[in-house]
Structure formats: C-alpha cells, structure tokens
C-alpha cells in the first residue's frame, strides 16, 4: 500500500463560533478578530489536542478581496459567510472598468480596512508571521463569473474574442494584485518556490472549450506568480477535466467537493498527487462506522493524503464524536 497522509484543520468561521464572535465581527473589527484567533484556537487546541491543525493568524480569510479592489460590493451578514453581486452588465463594460481600474488596489476602501486589522494584529502577536494574504483572491475563471454573473457563460459563445481580452487582462489584474500583496509581505514578486490556484467555477466550462477558455489564463497566472511547484483546489470537475490539469504541470490537486470523482477515478485519469476531503456536512448522514469505513475505503481507492475541516456545524449539530471516528480510522492507517 501507499504512504499515508491525514490532516483535522478548523476554517476561520469555526475560530469565530467557538469564540463567541459573530461573523461580521470577525471579518470587519480587528479586536474581534484578534480575539477569535487567541480564544478559539486555544479551545481548539484543548477539544482535539495535537490532532488539529491550527491556522496561523492572518487577516480574516476573504477570497473576495481582489474583487472588491475592481469595484464589488462585498455584503457582511451578521452571522454568515460574506457574499457579492455581479457588477459588469456587458462584457464591453467588463474590459472598459477593468483596464481603467487595475494597479489602483491600495485605493480599495475595503483594502485600506484590512491593512489596519494587519497591522493590528501584528500588535497583537508580535511572536507570530501575521498575513495579509486572507485578503485573497480567486483565479481566472471564477474571477469572472464572480464580476459577470453567469452571463459570462454565454458570452463565451456569442462574444468569444472579447471574452479572451477580458481573460487576459483579468488574469493580468490577479498577478498584479498577488504582487502588491507579497511587497506589503516584503517578499518576491515571484515566488521561486510555490503557488496556489483556487478556480472553482472552472467547472462550469465544458472541457472541450477548457484549451481556449481555462489553460492560457491558468497558464498566464503560474508564469506570471511563481518559477516553481503549482498546486490548485478546484472543486466539482469532471473525469474529462482531469486530464486539463497536467497541461499546466499541476503538482498537486485538491478536488474538495467534487461528487463526480472518487479517488479510484482520479489515479485512473492523472498521474497527479491529490488530496481527498471528508466534508462536514456528510457526518449529517453518516454514522461512526461509516466514516471510519469511508477512510479506510477511500485509502485503499488510491486516497493516500486525506483531511476534513472542523466548521460550526461540528458544534451546533454536536458531531464531534464523528470527527474522532475520522481521526481514529486515519491513525489505524498511519
């Protein structure tokens, strides 16, 4: 059998329940983030032991950071992830605000918010590499839709020239943030290590369009971001899809949610080491026994890196007996 990999990490919402803090609070005043990461990794710690993994402290992980700086909108429920609208009505508006406004991310109202949580919170933990990164981006593709709604689809087949500018300069706008970023972090422009992608909604593209409307701005992102490793989560792919990920020399995949793979599909398709996730919302309906024959079987499908993440629902829902059958099944692996 194959080596063996396994991870129990929290997400920053479950930092914030377990605190006490709301999540509008978290994600907008720095005392509050401040705290959730001091209380509630300290709580973590003392559930799960050296099980868990606990996130170093960052700015509030927004994925949407990058868009606001283009002119979204971005919405702070009280109590629930942060959520935006499309902006751009046409794919001519698109490239018009898009070309008009890249590089001008220090002039983003909520950049300017982050930048004093970071600094506050390198007050607050000064033993500790404090990032800005949690204020993020997303990759091409998703970048897209995320500014022009589903539309974008359909303009892929009625304006698909234009679409192709409005790739390149948005790919273009992404490396350039991801470069502002890494010199407030005073660290290369290019990585000579490693970077990541996240492009989720690449998976509304059929893969027969994947050469014309995914691989180039994937392309364009690495060249662009690092001279090394590549790594990419990209959730919901398709069998046909995978083999798309070795034309950019993906490294590692993380498939996430994707109900259309299994670990036995994936080491048929690519030679690509992956990692394959237990979602919390399936102890739902998922038993001990079942979740520590899921590891097992999952492991001997080719899965040799597993992880689950600890989120709220572990506690509303008091499923923390499930997360230890994970944990348990992991270890009789390793």
């Known amino acids: 059998m194959c080596s063996f990999t396994w991870r129990l990490r929290s997400g920053h919402e479950a930092l914030a329940y377990i605190s006490g803090v709301k999540l509008r609070d978290f994600y907008l005043n720095a005392e509050s983030c401040a705290y959730a990461f001091y209380v509630g990794r300290e709580r973590l710690r003392k559930i799960f032991g050296e099980d868990i993994v606990l996130p170093s402290v960052s700015v509030p992980h927004l994925s949407y950071g990058h868009i606001s700086c283009l002119g979204s909108e971005i919405i702070f429920p009280i109590d629930s992830a942060p959520s935006l609208r499309p902006i751009y009505s046409n794919i001519e508006e698109g490239l018009r605000l898009l070309i008009k406004r890249k590089k001008r991310f220090e002039d983003c109202k909520l950049f300017k918010h982050y930048l004093k949580i970071y600094r506050y919170l390198c007050k607050r933990f000064p033993d500790e590499r404090v990032s800005i990164y949690g204020f993020g981006w997303e990759g091409p593709i998703t970048t897209a839709i995320m500014l022009r709604g589903t539309d974008f689809l359909v303009d892929m087949y009625r304006k698909p020239i234009l679409v192709k500018k409005f790739l390149k300069e948005l790919t273009e706008s992404i490396v350039e943030f991801i470069y502002f970023l890494r010199r407030l972090m005073d660290e290369p422009e290019i990585n000579p290590y490693s970077s990541g992608l996240c492009d989720d909604c690449s998976s509304y593209i059929p893969p027969k369009l994947w050469d014309e409307f995914v691989i180039p701005y994937w392309e364009q992102y690495y060249s662009g971001i690092t ?30 949610v994707s109900p259309k793979l299994t670990p036995k599909i994936i080491k048929r398709e690519i030679k690509i080491p992956f990692s394959w996730r237990l979602p919390s919302f399936v102890y739902l309906s998922m038993s001990r026994e079942d979740i520590y024959q899921w590891v097992l079987d999952s492991y001997r499908e080719g899965a040799n890196e597993m992880y689950t993440t600890v989120e709220p629902l572990i506690f509303r829902q008091n499923l923390l007996d499930k997360i230890k059958a994970f944990i348990d099944a992991c270890k009789k692996i390793s």
């Not at 090394?228 to 798309?244: A, D, T």
């Open 227 to 256: 001279s090394g490793r590549r790594y990419i989560h990209v959730e919901n792919l398709s069998p046909p899809h995978l083999k798309y990920l070795e034309k950019v020399r993906i490294v590692h995949y993380d498939p996430s």
